[in-house]
């Protein structure tokens, strides 16, 4: 693999493992449906504000999310909603994956 090639794939790997986190994905879901201050997610979350806010800079490191200061305040938002693209695709994968178990057990004959 050349350098540059290998670079793009440790670029795509760090933006999968800044969505690895059950609560990053929903900080997403959340901001797919239009900007939030922290303030705003911390309660949903039932998490202290630090981190909250630690979750939200791996987002940003990533380049998923991106912030704006007003006062005293930090919105966050979406800088990529076609990631709400890939989330149906994974929702896809889940719905698959569990039809094929309920074919696994329905076809085996009870006894």
Not at 19 to 36: D, F, M, S, Y
Not at 74 to 95: A, N
Request: with cysteine.
């Amino acid at each position: 693999m050349k350098k540059e090639e290998k670079n793009l794939y440790d670029a795509k790997a760090k933006i999968f493992k800044a969505l690895g986190h059950p609560t990053r994905l929903w900080i997403t879901e959340k901001l797919a449906q239009g900007e939030c201050c922290v303030c705003n997610l911390v309660e949903p979350l039932a998490a202290d504000f630090s981190t909250v806010s630690k979750h939200l800079s791996v987002l940003k490191e990533a380049g998923i999310v991106e912030d704006e200061k007003r006062g005293k305040q930090v919105y966050y938002s979406l800088k990529v909603p076609c990631l709400m693209g890939f989330m149906s695709c994974v929702e896809d994968v889940i719905e698959n994956r569990i039809r094929e178990h309920m074919d696994l057990f329905s076809s085996r004959k009870i006894v």
